[in-house]
């Protein structure tokens, strides 16, 4: 089997700050990974390298046999890669229903044409909200929502694009643990549908339910990668997080 | 209501005005009026990318003065209508305007400000230096008293206040048929979140060029026919600080997200100092420029239209 993303090799450097250096991914279709990592590891920096937000100084990175190199971000969300970022970014002037139309009209309109009518647009942005359980909420504005709405906007939005592959950013930091359960339900129902997910979180218990393979990153580093069982107690990252 | 329905009406009210204006009879009437008109493209062109798009322009006199000076070099080179030049100056000033959106795309918000102040600063030298259209002697046109359309003699002034009329139409079609399409949604995410825009696949770039290139041509085309309504044009009256300063205000006093803000902040403004030069002063003008900004910055930060829509949603007390 041909893995979907192939990440080979890159780095960044910010200044003599060498945020990612030499990293090596490699992410099976439909498969469900999790990224680990203290904080400024570069686990960011990377999601921000696969998708094109910045452009990483070496090594390659392939999408769906494709050479993703060069590509502006939205070129690459077109392609098929949607991420989800760590802080809410909703268009703030947009209500809901609104703010999943800029993904339908841009990325999935010019993928297969204008295709759709305003009210196919409508009823798909419908879906959209249903499927995150927020279509009560479709008019209202982003800033009446609470935090966990926030997020679930922000995964619908990437989802809008309809993606091969999601890369979710810390979508449930700051949240309590019922509403992490909402967010893991979620994600792993997108799943089932046959998208590929990358997590990167900080909440252990969440990473370790979800997650079929972990990597870890450290100082710009992979560490470790394999079954999440393995990889906690891996020498290396139990060095990383606890300390010697 | 669509945009054909809308152009209609617009005409419809256009030629009331027009009809209104005729009936008046008063030569005084079409130079005031013409002043308004300007400034409600000078404000609708200042808001495809200010208001739309977030990014705050501040050389629309370069652009104003590229328009005017493409009819100055022409009336030189060879005289064409009015008409023809309008087209003329859109050409260069949306080159220009293009440039522009080239050169800054990594400028944001102040430094992006301070680009355009000072593209309009090297422009001014240019033509402060070039005497085949005047240099700082600045240039005559002159323009004949009476102009004849389709058999009918009308007075001069009278003609270009019809051009400045269908050019505000147009301008206001324009920005309204951009604001109801893909390409205003488009607009409004760069305004919200660039990155977050690029993530749904926002080509962010190409919008940003198409913005700063049809505002640059509307202020070019709002330029366009000044040389001939002023009669004698210098680089000092070309490139004032005025455009640039009025086409900032009246959007945000009518309301930036919206083609009715430019429109009202325009007739408002534009009527007020109108009605300042002739009783006070015309030096007035820019106090109450400054005035009714402070002013709305503290009550109405949203301008008119904002403060309209938060009662409406408010309901009825």
Known sequence: ?244 | MNALKFSLISIGIGLLVLAFAHWLGLDYFYFAGYTILQFIVLATAWNILGGYCGYVNFGTAAFFALGAYSSVFMYKFYPLPIPVLILISAVVSGIVGFGMGYLTLRLRGSFFAIATLAMAVVLQTLVINWDYVGGSRGAYILRPEKMEIAGLTINYIEYLFVLMLILAVVALATARTIERSQLGFGFATIRDDEMAAEACGVPTLRLKLIATTLSGAFMGMAGAPFPYYIGYIQPQSAFGLEYAVNSIAMPMIGGTTSWIGPLVGSILLGSAQQYATVTISSAVNLLIVGLMLVAFVIIAPNGLIGLVQKRLRRGPP
């Open chain 1, 1 to 244: 089997m041909t893995a979907l993303l192939h990440v080979d090799n890159i780095s960044k450097r910010f200044g003599g700050f060498v945020a990612l250096d030499g990293i090596d991914l490699e992410v099976q279709p439909g498969e469900r990974l999790g990224l680990i990592g203290p904080n400024g590891s570069g686990k960011s920096t990377l999601v921000n390298c696969i998708c094109g937000t910045l452009q990483n100084e070496s090594g390659s990175v392939r999408f769906d046999d494709q050479v993703m190199d060069g590509l502006a971000a939205h070129q690459r969300t077109h392609r098929g890669i949607a991420r989800s970022f760590q802080l809410p970014r909703p268009f703030h002037s947009m209500n809901l229903a609104d703010n999943l139309r800029i993904p339908l009209l841009y990325t999935v309109h010019a993928r297969l044409g204008p295709l759709r009518s305003p009210g196919d647009l409508d009823t798909r942005c419908g879906e959209l909200l249903e499927m995150v359980g927020l279509e009560k909420k479709a008019k209202q504005m982003p800033r009446d929502l609470t935090q966990v709405e926030m997020r679930k906007l922000e995964l619908a939005r990437a989802m809008a694009a309809e993606p091969k592959l999601l890369i979710a950013d810390e979508s449930m930091a700051g949240l309590s643990h019922s509403e992490i359960e909402d967010i893991l339900t979620l994600l792993v129902r997108l799943n089932e549908r046959g998208i590929t997910i990358i997590l990167i979180e900080h909440i252990m218990t969440a990473v370790m339910s979800f997650s079929q393979r972990l990597a870890v990153l450290v100082s710009g580093r992979k560490i470790a990668d394999g079954k999440p069982e393995d990889v906690v107690r891996d020498e290396q990252v139990v060095r990383a997080y606890i300390g010697q």
